[in-house]
Structures are given as C-alpha cells and as structure tokens.
C-alpha cells in the first residue's frame, strides 16, 4: 500500500531534550517535506527536500533540522525542542513537486509533540 | 507572498443541506487551487484541484471552479452526510523558487443526522 509513515504518533518530552521525528514514504517520491499544523494558523511549511541531499527552508525552519540521506527517509530533528515547539507535524511526499507538476501531496497521520 | 483566506467555522449543518465553504487567495502569477480534507485523527487527503482558471474540480459529490476575475474557489456539495464531517484546507501552488502548498487556516464542518 502506497503510504507515508511517521513515528512516533504521539510524543511528549522536556524541554532541550533532543529528538527526531521519523517519515518514510514508499512511493518512490522525489519531493518531501515537513508541516507544523496549529490552531487558527492552519498548516505552515518547516523545510522541504526536492530530492536526495537536497533540502531547503521553508516559512518556520527556525529551530528545526532535516536530512535526507535516502530518498525514502525524511526525518525531522529538533536539537533542543521548547514549548512553542508543541505542535502536530504532518510529513508530506509528492512524486515531483507540488509547484513543477501540480501533482497532489500525501500526508503521514501526524506526529502530536508535547513539548514541557 | 501567496496567502489564501478561508471562512471562519465551525460550520454546523443537518445531513442533505447545501454546503458552501468560502475560499479567496492572493498569489502571484497562476497558482494551481486545492481543496484538501482532514477527517478526524488522519492526515490531509485531496479532495480536489483546479489548474487554470475557469476549471471545476470535482470528487465525491464536493466542487469548486477556478474564478480567476475574483480570486476564488469556493467549496459547494448539494447535499451533505455524516460522514462530510471533517476539517477542510483551501491551498495554492504558484511560480517561485519555494515549492510548497500554502493553506488557508482550514473550516472545521459538522453535519448531524
């Protein structure tokens, strides 16, 4: 079954303790990227990857890392994670790009981080 | 930049009402138009795109047409079930070197039986 997957699901932790938020798709997709999902904000854009060793900002990287080192893998790293951190991240695939080809993205079920 | 403008919800509605969820943008250029739905504890699904102006996008019942002339794409079902119930996100892809989708705050809809 063609899926993006996130782990952990659910998540809570201190603040200043790293951590990282896993995303795999098995789509053979080129795009991926990263959203933090926030009451009366809607969805904002953390990074994204156009493909493998490429990645870029997008509109809230500011105490976010990723890599990608695969092009399935796509994990988010909070260095040291604060309590305006707590958010739901939904990781995100496309085949090409959601701008190049219009195509549609599909989303993980989300990861809801608590950060104390 | 880009930005796309959603009516405020929650939006309560009997099952088989009409359903009309507003949605306008600003953007530079020709954006490609998006109606993604949320159902509860799930990721964002598409439910539907437009790709030029006067496009109708359409899947399981719900539409909306590109208007260029007021910078709209607004949601419309003639009939709505239980099931509707989600989260529903208005979202834009135009040129420029960031590729991404940029969201409308989303509208909440509940429809009882």
């Known amino acids: 079954e063609a899926q993006v997957t996130q782990n952990p699901r659910y998540l809570i932790t201190v603040t200043g303790k790293k951590l990282t938020v896993t995303c795999s798709q098995n789509m053979n997709h080129e795009y991926m990227s990263w959203y933090r999902q926030d009451p009366g904000l809607g969805l904002r854009q953390i990074y994204y990857s156009m493909n493998v060793e490429v990645t870029d900002k997008g509109d809230v990287p500011e105490g976010y890392k990723v890599s990608r080192k695969e092009k399935r893998n796509f994990p988010l790293i909070l260095e040291s994670p604060s309590p305006n951190q707590t958010s739901l991240y939904f990781c995100a695939s496309s085949l090409r790009g959601a701008r190049t080809t219009n195509e549609k993205l599909f989303f993980g079920s989300g990861t809801q981080l608590s950060v104390l | 930049g880009d930005s796309v403008t959603q009516m405020e919800g929650p939006v309560t509605l009997s099952e088989e009402a009409f359903l009309t969820i507003n949605c306008t943008y600003t953007?530079?250029?020709?954006?490609?138009l998006f109606w993604y739905v949320q159902y509860p504890g799930e990721g964002l699904q598409l439910l539907l795109k437009a790709t030029k102006a006067d496009d109708k996008g359409s899947n399981k019942g719900f539409e909306a047409t590109y208007r260029k002339e007021t910078t709209s794409f607004h949601l419309e079902k003639g009939s709505v079930q239980v099931s509707d119930s989600a989260v529903y996100f208005c979202a834009l892809t135009s040129g420029g070197s960031n590729y991404k989708l940029t969201f409308g705050k989303g509208t909440l809809l509940t429809v009882n039986p």
């Open positions: 953007a530079t250029g020709y954006p490609s």
